[in-house]
């Protein structure tokens, strides 16, 4: 099992900065890929970003590439995800997930975290 555990969502104005953190553990997360998702209120939950833990195969959404960076700390086992010059529709419920590499599908979750921009 992998726990995790998002925090650092709140309210921010548009152009503003925020960093999520996701605290994992439970497993040795060498083989996992680590993710960031959304959800906005209405629309269904989309990929944000995700990390090899082991560093390296960055991806990114189109729409967040240049102003979102996705890094991860072995030491502190936490995944990381800094968001800059945010924009309204940028808020929404921010995830963090688990998967082992050989499995498509994300399969731990963590509860979530809220991140609202205002303009």
């Known amino acids: 099992q992998v726990q995790l555990a998002e925090s650092g969502g709140g309210l921010v104005q548009a152009g503003g900065s925020l960093r999520l953190s996701c605290a994992a553990s439970?497993?040795?997360?060498?083989?996992?890929?680590m993710g960031w998702f959304r959800q906005a209120p209405g629309k269904e939950r989309e990929f944000v970003a995700s990390i090899h833990w082991s560093g390296g195969n960055y991806a990114y959404v189109h729409s967040v590439k240049g102003r979102f960076t996705i890094s991860r700390d072995n030491a502190e086992n936490t995944v990381y995800l800094q968001m800059n010059s945010l924009k309204p529709e940028d808020t929404a419920v921010y995830y963090c997930?688990?998967?082992?590499?050989?499995?498509?599908?994300?399969?731990?979750w963590g509860q979530g975290t809220q991140v609202t921009v205002s303009s």
């Open positions: 997930a688990a998967r082992l590499e050989s499995i498509r599908e994300y399969n731990y």
């Open positions: 439970g497993r040795t997360l060498g083989r996992y890929y």
